[in-house]
C-alpha cells in the first residue's frame, strides 16, 4: 500500500505542478515580448528512415520549402521498399546514406551516429562555422510548424544554449486513441517540459530535437548518441553531465503521425520503457556529478524510479480493489458509493488535461497553426466525445501497465533488439 500511496502523491504534486506551469506559462506570455534573431544559422537535419516510402515525400517535400537554410541528410536503414528510390526523385540540397545489414538497424543511436562524418564534411564546405551550425533530428513522419526555424534562431541566438527541443504534436488525429496521444503530447508532455525548463531540467525528446555542432561534438565526440532504445533521453543525460544547457521551445512544433492500434502503443510504450532503464547507467555519474544541481539531478531519479513506482502501484490497486469489491463485499452499498467517488475522483484529471488540449488548439490556431476542424476532438465536439477523451486521459495507466511488464520481460531476457513501429 505505502506504494501505492507514494505514487499517487508523486502524480497529484505533477498535475499541480503543470497546472501552475500552465498559468504561469501565459501569464510570461502576456509580458515578455519577442524580438526577432539578427543572427543567420545552418542546420543539417538528420532523417532515419527504414521502410518509410508512405511519408517520406512528403516530410522532405515540406521541409525544403521551410524558410531557413539547411541541408538534410536521409539515412535510410537498409529499408526493403521504395523509401531510397522516392528520395532520390526529390531535388533540392538532400543527401542520403544507405547503411546495409549487418552493420544496419543496430538502433536509432548508431544510425544517427553515422551521419557525423558527413556533416562535418558539409559544414566544411558551407560559410558557416560550428558554432552557427545546428544538427537536427526529425522521424520520417515529421513536419515542421511554419514558424520553427524562426523560433529555433530565436533559441540559438543564446551562447549558452547548446540544443532545442521542439513541442511535439500529433498530426490530425481522427480517433479517440490518437486524441490521446495528442492530448498527451501537446499539452501533458509540453507542460512537463516547461516545468522543468524552470529547472534547467528539459530534456531531448526524439522528434524535433536540435543541438548547436560545436558545443555537442566538442563535448561528446564523434558519438553523442549512445545504444539505448531511448536515446533520446540517453543524449539528454550525456549533454546534462558536461553541463550543456537544453531549451524547450513550446511556441512552434513538429507534427507527427499518431498510432493507429493499441498493440502499435504498448509495443512502442514498452520499448520506451526499456529505453528508460537502459538509462539507469548514468545513475552513479549523475549523483555524483559536480556539473548538474540538485534539481537536475532529482528530476532524473524521479524519471528513473517512477516505472518502478507505476509497477509496484498498480498491483496494490489491483490488489486492493480485488480485495474491496471481492473477498470483503458484504455492504454493496458502501462498495457502490466508494466506487462512484474513485471514478469521480479519476476523472478529474483527464477532465482538467482534455479541457487544456481543447483551449491550446484555439490559441495556436490564432498564430496560424493549422487546425484540422474534421479532427476527432476541437472545441464543437460534442459531450460524448470529450467525455471518451475524458475517460481515456483518466484511466489510460491501466493499459500502460502492460507495457511495463513487457518491458521487465525484455530486459530479463536481455533482450534489446529495437521494435520499431510500422506504418499503417
Request: glycine share 4%; with cysteine.
Amino acid at each position: 500500500m505505502i506504494f501505492y500511496i507514494i505514487a499517487l502523491l508523486i502524480f497529484m504534486t505533477q498535475c499541480f505542478l503543470m497546472i501552475f506551469t500552465f498559468f504561469n506559462d501565459q501569464l510570461q506570455r502576456n509580458q515578455i515580448p519577442v524580438s526577432p534573431s539578427d543572427e543567420p544559422f545552418f542546420y543539417i537535419i538528420l532523417i532515419p528512415c527504414l521502410n518509410e516510402e508512405k511519408v517520406i515525400s512528403d516530410t522532405l517535400e515540406k521541409l525544403l520549402d521551410l524558410k531557413m537554410s539547411k541541408h538534410i541528410i536521409v539515412i535510410d536503414d537498409d529499408s526493403t521498399d521504395n523509401t531510397v528510390k522516392i528520395a532520390q526523385k526529390i531535388a533540392g540540397p538532400i543527401s542520403i546514406i544507405q547503411r546495409k545489414l549487418p552493420n544496419a538497424q543496430t538502433g536509432k543511436g548508431s544510425s544517427l551516429n553515422s551521419a557525423i562524418p558527413m556533416i562535418k564534411r558539409i559544414i566544411e564546405k558551407s560559410p558557416f562555422d560550428q558554432k552557427h551550425s545546428i544538427i537536427g533530428v526529425m522521424d520520417a513522419d515529421g513536419v515542421l510548424s511554419f514558424n520553427s526555424g524562426i523560433e529555433l534562431d530565436r533559441a540559438f541566438q543564446d551562447d549558452s544554449v547548446a540544443a532545442a527541443q521542439l513541442r511535439v504534436k500529433m498530426k490530425s488525429p481522427k480517433t479517440i486513441l490518437q486524441t490521446f496521444q495528442d492530448i498527451e503530447f501537446f499539452v501533458i508532455n509540453h507542460l512537463t517540459q516547461l516545468f522543468r525548463s524552470y529547472i534547467d531540467a528539459a530534456a531531448l525528446c526524439g522528434n524535433g530535437q536540435f543541438f548547436r555542432a560545436s558545443s555537442v561534438l566538442d563535448k561528446l565526440g564523434d558519438k553523442p548518441w549512445g545504444d539505448a532504445l531511448l536515446e533520446d533521453y540517453e543524449l539528454t543525460l550525456r549533454m546534462k553531465l558536461k553541463g550543456l544547457k537544453i531549451k524547450y521551445i513550446g511556441n512552434a512544433y513538429v507534427d507527427q503521425e499518431a498510432l493507429t492500434s493499441l498493440k502499435k502503443l504498448i509495443i512502442q510504450r514498452a520499448r520506451w520503457s526499456q529505453g528508460g532503464f537502459n538509462c539507469w547507467k548514468y545513475l552513479k555519474s549523475v549523483l555524483r556529478s559536480r556539473i548538474m544541481s540538485n534539481l537536475q539531478k532529482a528530476d532524473v531519479l524521479l524519471f528513473c524510479i517512477m516505472p518502478v513506482l507505476n509497477i509496484l502501484s498498480d498491483f496494490a490497486i489491483i490488489f486492493y480493489t480485488v480485495k474491496f469489491f471481492i473477498v470483503d463485499s458484504n455492504n454493496l452499498l458502501r462498495e457502490f458509493i466508494a466506487l462512484f467517488f474513485l471514478s469521480i475522483l479519476g476523472l478529474l484529471f483527464g477532465a482538467l488535461f482534455t479541457e487544456l488540449y481543447i483551449g491550446e488548439l484555439k490559441k495556436t490556431e490564432k498564430k496560424g497553426v493549422i487546425i484540422n476542424h474534421t479532427d476527432f476532438l476541437n472545441e464543437k465536439s460534442n459531450i460524448f466525445k470529450r467525455f471518451r477523451a475524458v475517460a481515456l486521459v483518466s484511466y489510460m495507466y491501466v493499459i500502460f501497465f502492460g507495457s511495463l511488464i513487457i518491458s521487465i520481460i525484455r530486459l530479463s531476457k536481455n533482450n534489446n533488439s529495437w521494435v520499431k513501429t510500422k506504418r499503417i
